[in-house]
């Protein structure tokens, strides 16, 4: 359905569909409810290796054309994440236009299970950011393509965490030849769920870590259970660092930032990291800067989710996200072989599975 505050022409349709079109996506579905409130867009970028499962994000988008460049680009890297995991899945993604903050209320969610539904199972949604367990719970009332409830997979936070903090340990190896931490300067852009988790594996490991984050009350939390630094979210940028590590929203690695980021890794959990990717990862290439892709090394909370579709325990998630060890690995070596950007290889290892799976499935 599309909200009839949204003004749509002709031209705008055509431009919606081009990018449909560009980018391999299957279906995009726009939503509608002013009784709740709901605006959302669900975007299926592809099925062939299964249903598209992919998060549910609530943010308070500037526009509509953001939200949708957004969702479009969330789902096509949920695709490649899925398949570069070797999951059963294909990608897809969703987003809530407002603010997660004053305008969640059973009933919208209620009605956003709804629309969900009305795919059909081609797709699975989840947490994401500004969603939580409760959240899903009332989306689960009204569709049973969801994942991550509580008392079954639950929170994925942990295993995307556990996920982004064996990529670093790859990246480091890659770089020096030890995969340890120890006295590594990690500057940490967000601290959320997924962002509080991997500070606790860097800090027991013995890395210096610089946290930074918008929400005063996230910070204070860190500050009280491990030894961090503390800067103001535009001053990250600008810390002396061995390793950075976006944990926040996209887009952190542009043409601002590249020119004040001192590290030699960039290894973290947010989606999009690369404002623009062919631009900005051949940057960081020629910068001599190593670049775990964001889909390959935040592959932890899909593999928590999978867990829950498949009927597969914690434990067999845990070990699963240990194994981004090896891809990270394969990844930047092979990267460094082939003198090209490393988001081009994932892209392409990703893509050479969805075309050989999906040839068997044919």
């Not at 996920?163 to 030849?177: H, I, N, P």
């Not at 845990?318 to 394969?330: L, N």
């Not at 050479?352 to 068997?360: D, H, R, V, W």
């Amino acid at each position: 359905m599309v909200s009839n505050t949204i003004d749509i022409s002709r031209s705008t349709e055509l431009d919606i569909m081009a990018k449909m079109v560009s980018m391999g996506h299957e279906q995009v579905l726009f939503c509608n409810d002013a009784a709740t409130g709901l605006k959302a867009i669900i975007a299926v970028h592809s099925t062939v290796l299964g249903p598209a499962l992919g998060g549910t994000r609530m943010w308070k988008y500037s526009n509509e054309a953001d939200a949708l460049r957004d969702v479009l680009r969330l789902s096509r890297g949920m695709t490649y994440k899925n398949a570069i995991s070797n999951l059963a899945l294909g990608g897809g993604k969703a987003v809530i236009i407002g603010d997660s903050h004053s305008m969640k209320s059973e009933a919208l969610f209620r009605r956003f299970g709804q629309f969900v539904d009305s795919l059909a199972g081609n797709y699975i949604t989840a947490e994401d950011v500004g969603i939580n367990p409760t959240d899903m719970e009332w989306v689960s009332k009204e569709t049973k393509h969801v994942v991550g409830l509580p008392g079954k997979s639950g929170d994925p936070s942990p295993v995307t965490a556990l996920g982004v903090y064996m990529g670093m340990k790859a990246a480091v190896k890659v770089q020096t030849g030890s995969d340890s931490l120890a006295g590594k300067k990690v500057s940490v852009q967000g601290v959320g769920h997924v962002g509080q988790y991997l500070v606790r594996f860097l800090t027991q490991e013995g890395a210096h870590v610089t946290v930074t984050d918008i929400h005063e009350a996230s910070l204070n939390a860190m500050v009280k259970e491990c030894d961090v630094k503390v800067v103001k979210p535009d001053e990250i940028y600008d810390v002396p660092m061995d390793i950075y590590a976006p944990c926040a929203l996209g887009a952190t690695i542009n043409d601002e930032t590249l020119s004040r980021l001192k590290c030699s890794i960039v290894a973290g959990a947010a989606n999009n990291q690369l404002l623009e990717e062919q631009k900005h990862g051949k940057a960081l290439m020629d910068k001599g800067i190593l670049y775990a892709p964001d889909f390959a090394i935040n592959a932890g909370g899909v593999i928590n989710c999978f867990s829950e579709v498949s009927g597969n325990s914690l434990e067999w998630s845990k070990k699963k996200a240990e194994e981004i060890y090896d891809t990270v690995e394969t990844i930047l070596r092979r990267a460094l072989q082939e003198n090209l950007p490393s988001f081009q290889i994932a892209n392409l290892m990703a893509e050479e599975i969805i075309k050989a799976k999906g040839t068997l499935n044919q």
